[in-house]
């Protein structure tokens, strides 16, 4: 596609449920990454995923959070058994060549969880 | 960890004035470069500027580093309304980590 596309734009969650997020790169761009950002805060990286070696899932907050990327191309984060401070905008950008050009990002998902 | 940090936290000017905002960090990089965010949601791509460069121009941004001292400037020249954003400095580890590590941003006002 044109761009990175994230669904959903806005999750309601209740507490200690799971939720799915679904990220769509652009076409092509073997990089892949997750961050989550907080409410007037910066950018907490989550995952990167590059071809096919082993994704880098440093960032990850605690094993509540896995994420997979299928076929080189669409990832899916899950959190299971979601917590408050899971709340955040869930944010996925995708890169042509690491170190070379820069990322393009998907508009996210606004993840509430009451 | 937070390897950028951006300075000021927050700027507000008139119209037609030029922007200034400052980034620090820590170790080596590859690159650093420098985003836009409107409205708390997806961020776009200004400019990258690698280790080996000093400054470099896009539009009305102009971008310098100087590696000795660890540390960006981002200029926004002749500033618009539609310039209101949160700019975020990025760097690109040269120690083998395969992400971007971003500061906390500028928040950056622009009054008509």
């Known amino acids: 596609g044109a761009g990175v596309s994230q669904s959903p734009s806005n999750k309601v969650t209740e507490k200690g449920k799971d939720v799915e997020l679904r990220c769509d790169p652009i076409?092509?761009?073997?990089?892949l990454y997750w961050y989550r950002q907080s409410l007037g805060q910066g950018l907490e990286f989550l995952i990167y995923?590059?071809?096919?070696?082993?994704?880098?899932k440093s960032g990850l907050p605690s094993d509540r959070f896995s994420a997979e990327r299928t076929g080189g191309s669409v990832s899916t984060l899950t959190i299971q058994r979601t917590q408050q401070e899971d709340s955040a905008v869930y944010l996925c950008?995708?890169?042509?060549?690491?170190?070379?050009?820069?990322?393009?990002f998907g508009s996210g998902t606004r993840l509430t969880v009451v | 960890s937070q390897q950028g940090e951006e300075d000021p936290q927050a700027l507000s000017i008139q119209e037609g004035e030029n922007a200034t905002m400052n980034c620090s960090y820590k170790?080596?990089?590859?690159?650093l470069q420098w985003y836009r965010q409107n409205s708390g949601r997806g961020l776009v791509h200004l400019i990258l500027?690698?280790?080996?460069?000093r400054e470099k121009h896009s539009g009305r941004l102009r971008v310098t580093l100087d590696t000795s001292k660890k540390s960006s400037s981002l200029l926004i020249t002749a500033s618009r309304a539609a310039d209101t954003a949160s700019y975020f400095c990025?760097?690109?580890?040269?120690?083998?980590?395969?992400?971007?590590?971003f500061g906390q941003g500028t928040r950056l006002t622009i009054n008509p």
């Open positions: 500027i690698r280790s080996n460069e």
């Open positions: 995923f590059q071809g096919n070696s082993a994704p880098d």
């Open positions: 170790t080596s990089i590859n690159n």
């Open positions: 950008a995708s890169s042509l060549v690491r170190g070379y050009y820069g990322y393009t």
């Open positions: 076409s092509g761009h073997t990089a």
């Open positions: 990025a760097t690109d580890d040269l120690q083998g980590a395969q992400k971007l590590v």
